[in-house]
């Protein structure tokens, strides 16, 4: 099975600080993606790549940045964390450029910031 | 803008009972629809998709039902159980430059489900 894994479940953070969230996906997958999950919005596309040191801005990219040196990870970085980025976090892969489907999400970060 | 949608935010079935979620979307132009469920304290998993050249796709229990006419799209589950308990999401695709495409979600529905 394709995993997706996210190196926190959890994590409390400092407003201001940087932040950083790790995903690596074990299956050569090109594609990457960053999602936050708030209650009612559903999810929303922060950052995405298509290939290692690629990156897109999703819909709501303001606050954060990413980075892929590698393949198989996908850092989601929030510069100068606020309050308003507590949220969950989910990162997703999947094999085929072009196509929307086949995600393979992880189990996500729960951040809060205080 | 684009949007995908659900009418109901929570659904309650009784086990065995069949559960129908419900789902509008906006963009027309959407090829591609998917529906998935969230478990609690996990990522989300994909259930079934539908293009938009089809009306009805079946999996195993499930169903989904796409009206292009009124931009709809819902997820029929047979036969519900306590294990559909959670948060389903549809999907639909966005175009993006360089003939890319993104998923657009909508807010999900909780569905509950009672012995």
């Known amino acids: 099975d394709v995993k997706v894994t996210q190196s926190s479940r959890y994590l409390v953070k400092r407003t201001g600080e940087k932040v950083f969230l790790e995903c690596v996906q074990d299956m050569d997958h090109e594609n990457m993606f960053w999602y936050r999950q708030d209650p009612g919005l559903g999810l929303r596309l922060i950052y995405f790549s298509y290939d290692v040191k690629m990156k897109e801005k999703g819909d709501i990219p303001e606050g954060y940045s990413v980075s892929r040196e590698k393949k198989e990870r996908f850092s989601l970085i929030l510069e100068s964390a606020s309050t308003n980025q507590t949220s969950m976090y989910l990162c997703?892969?999947?094999?085929?450029?072009?196509?929307?489907?086949?995600?393979?999400f992880g189990s996500g970060t729960r951040l809060t910031v205080v | 803008g684009e949007s995908v949608g659900l009418h109901l935010p929570t659904l309650s079935v009784q086990e065995g009972d069949n559960s129908i979620i419900n789902c509008a979307y906006s963009?027309?132009?959407?090829?591609?629809f998917i529906w998935y469920k969230q478990e609690s304290g996990k990522g989300p998993q994909f259930i079934i998709d539908?293009?938009?050249?089809?009306d009805k796709r079946q999996g195993q229990r499930v169903t989904v039902l796409l009206n292009k006419t009124v931009k709809h799209l819902s997820l029929q589950i047979a036969a519900t159980q306590p294990g559909d308990s959670a948060v389903y999401f549809c999907?639909?695709?966005?175009?993006?430059?360089?003939?890319?495409?993104?998923?657009?979600f909508g807010a999900g529905t909780r569905l509950a489900v009672h012995p």
């Open positions: 999907a639909e695709t966005a175009a993006l430059s360089g003939g890319y495409n993104k998923l657009i």
């Open positions: 539908i293009r938009s050249n089809m």
């Open positions: 997703a892969s999947s094999l085929s450029p072009g196509i929307a489907w086949g995600y393979t």
């Open positions: 963009n027309s132009a959407s090829d591609y």
